[in-house]
């Protein structure tokens, strides 16, 4: 699946999860068609509950979807096995969540390093891939801490690193400044943005405005279904911004 | 414009062009300095309503400028608007007056008007964090700081309205 030459990255084709119980369905992603191409930054937001997370999800393999096709570099993926998910997560794939997902009994090192071993480096390769990003990213001297010992900005960072260890073709954050205070979100979406302007696709889920707006696209999602999907081209000098700044008095 | 005026001339006297560059370094390229003009009519407006005064001061090699200084009456109106609670969050909506008065407009697209305006407020919200990343000062900082959380709510509101009312 590596050396597609389409610049399409991610395609998906009226694309549909619906939760079942006893008594309710519902339908929590309803007909979605979405394109994603190669080097691309586009956030997904939306209120809780429009299926943003969940869309997500089915794209990262980590859930199924209910109808639709899912193709991942040219590939059809939405029928895989959860072998062949792990394994494409493993090579392919990169995701940062909210809440960091570190493995807490290893060393911020460890967690990077193992990622890139899984991804298929060799063992030196892998120790040259982690220092490169935890260079990259500011937590070299973190190297050797517990997780746990780290602040929630620095634990988000130590998650990107890992997400970025096997040079993922597509890297997917669902909600990554969710649990984040101001400054914290400041730096990670810094490093996602710097991240993109080296070729890095990105999809990234969130209800935060400012951080949507890094994107180069920003699709709204409700109640399902996309309700827009906006191209957010930076102005080449700043926008007037009428009534937002004006002083009373 | 008023009371800013007054409160950079409670410092010291000063004529319209000084006015402006100061509020300019105060507050950074994100706040919209009035033009010189509009400072010098909210400058005579000042005078006739007794807050300032101003004379004209001769200048060897160039035109005569005109320094304006607080008068009492000046200092005890912007005590008293310093003293102020500030009005809050604003019932007045543009936007909203639009959104909620359209279909008399003949078009009832609302979730359309939805679309657009959050376009538009995700544009400026990408504009205040560029202007974020050069600005320099805790005061600029700040300023494009609420501006971005003004929008964020907002952004937050268009949510709701299409939740209530698409």
Redesign the interface.
């Known amino acids: 699946m590596i050396g597609n030459g389409d610049r399409l990255l991610l395609r998906t084709s009226n694309l549909t999860k619906t939760f079942a119980s006893d008594r309710v369905t519902v339908a929590a992603v309803r007909g979605v068609d979405l394109a994603l191409h190669r080097g691309e930054f586009a956030a997904i937001t ?2 809780s509950g429009s299926g943003k997370s969940t869309l997500l999800h089915m794209l990262g393999g980590l859930e199924r979807p209910s109808s639709g096709e899912i193709w991942l570099d040219g590939q059809r993926v939405d029928g895989l096995s959860q072998a062949r998910w792990a394994v494409l997560r493993r090579r392919h794939i990169g995701f940062v969540f909210q809440f960091f997902n570190l493995v807490s009994n290893m060393t911020v090192a460890d967690n990077v390093e193992l990622a890139a071993l899984m991804g298929g480096a060799g063992r030196k390769q892998a120790r040259v891939r982690r220092e490169e990003l935890l260079g990259q990213l500011g937590l070299a001297s973190k190297a050797d801490t517990a997780p746990a010992r780290l602040s929630g900005g620095e634990q988000q960072r130590v998650a990107l690193a890992r997400a970025l260890a096997n040079k993922p073709t597509l890297l997917l954050a669902d909600e990554p400044t969710g649990n984040l205070d ?1 400054a914290a979100s400041k730096s990670v979406l810094r490093l996602l943005e710097t991240t993109h302007a080296d070729g890095q696709a990105i999809l990234l889920v969130t209800h ?3 951080v ?3 994107a180069d696209r ?1 699709i ?1 999602l ?1 109640d399902g279904m996309v ?2 999907d ?1 191209p ?1 081209s ?2 080449r000098r ?5 009534g ?6 | ?4 005026l007054l409160a950079l001339l409670a410092k010291e006297p000063a004529h319209g062009y000084e006015l402006k560059s100061q509020l300019e370094q105060v ?1 950074g ?4 300095t009035p033009n010189i003009g509009q400072i010098y009519v909210t400058l005579q407006r000042l005078e006739r309503d007794g807050l300032v005064r101003s004379q004209d001061v001769v200048q060897a090699t160039r035109p005569n400028k005109r320094v304006y200084e607080l008068t009492d009456a000046g200092r005890e109106a912007l005590v008293g ?1 310093v003293d102020k609670a ?2 809050g969050p604003r019932v007045r909506d543009e936007f909203f007056m639009k959104l909620a008065l359209s279909h008399l407009a003949g078009t009832s697209d609302r ?1 359309g008007l939805i ?1 657009r305006q ?2 538009h ?11 974020a990343a050069s600005a320099d000062g805790r005061i600029p900082r700040l ?3 609420g ?2 959380l ?3 709510a907002d ?1 937050d509101w268009l ?1 709701r309205c ?2 209530e009312l698409v």
């Open positions: 939306g209120p101001s935060d405005s400012r949507a707006s890094a920003v709204s409700f309700v827009d906006a957010m930076a102005p700043p926008m007037p911004l009428p937002v700044l004006r002083l009373r008095g | 414009m008023r009371m800013p507050f390229e994100a706040y919209p608007w500030t009005e979730l679309i959050r376009r407020y995700l544009a400026q919200m990408r504009s205040l964090s560029e202007l300023l494009i700081e501006a971005m003004h929008l964020q952004l949510q299409q939740e």
